[in-house]
């Protein structure tokens, strides 16, 4: 199985924060904006970047929009344009359409025409969101300092029944298991030889380029 492949729509600096981590991250990404300086601004570190009106249909037909896995559609102030655009991706078959709501009551909206996931930039930074893509096990991704975060993971499938001492998190990834979570209850002393199920939520710490790895590694899982 290939790596995803990612679209986003829209550079204002969510998208554009969101489209050069998944980049640097060794994913393919295609930027769509309808504005030229921002296609421009992006074009030398994406895998394409194209001016293009994300509410004409012909135009992302064209651009082979419904072969992408997942499309952040990352519009700035023009509600009506991400609505718009967030129907014609789910009328072509986008599988994943993720979408930056700029209230409430445009992520209702957003909801109810069948975005996948709504996001809120306010709230959620464009590189814990870029995070949240790579891995969908990762609920929270805390920036310590520009080195280092705390992120916390749902046992991926890949981890099951294994146990901290067989998964190596330090000797592989140089991280740390803080704590296993297990029904809202944090155990800061977890067992090293208890095997792990999907109830659990591990917090671990360590460098941001290590954590990444971990992340890649049970990305598919």
Do not use: W
Not at 128 to 146: C, G, M, T, W
Not at 193 to 208: Q, R, S, Y
Request: proline letters at 3%; one cysteine or more; hydrophobic letters at 45%.
């Amino acid at each position: 199985m290939g790596k995803k492949q990612y679209a986003v729509i829209g550079l204002g600096r969510f998208g554009s924060s969101v489209a050069k981590y998944l980049s640097q991250m060794g994913y393919e990404v295609l930027a769509v904006d309808d504005n030229a300086e921002r296609v421009q601004n992006v074009a030398n570190v994406v895998t394409h970047a194209v001016s293009a009106d994300s509410t004409d249909e012909e135009a992302m037909r064209a651009l082979g929009i419904r072969n992408f896995d997942v499309v952040i559609v990352a519009i700035g102030q023009d509600i009506q344009s991400s609505i718009l655009t967030t129907l014609i991706l789910k009328d072509l078959g986008v599988p994943n359409i993720i979408v930056k709501a700029q209230s409430d009551l445009h992520g209702k909206v957003l909801n109810k025409i069948g975005a996948d996931k709504v996001v809120f930039p306010e709230r959620d930074m464009g590189l814990r969101v870029a995070h949240q893509l790579i891995s969908p096990n990762i609920l929270e991704h805390i920036e310590l300092s520009p080195e280092y975060s705390i992120v916390e993971l749902q046992v991926p499938t890949a981890m099951l029944g294994k146990s901290l001492m067989q998964l190596e998190f330090r000797q592989k990834y140089n991280c740390n298991v803080l704590a296993v979570k297990k029904g809202g209850v944090m155990n800061i002393t977890p067992r090293a030889d208890e095997p792990l199920t999907a109830e659990d939520i591990l917090v671990i710490v360590g460098k941001n380029d290590q954590l990444t790895k971990l992340e890649q590694a049970y990305a598919e899982a």
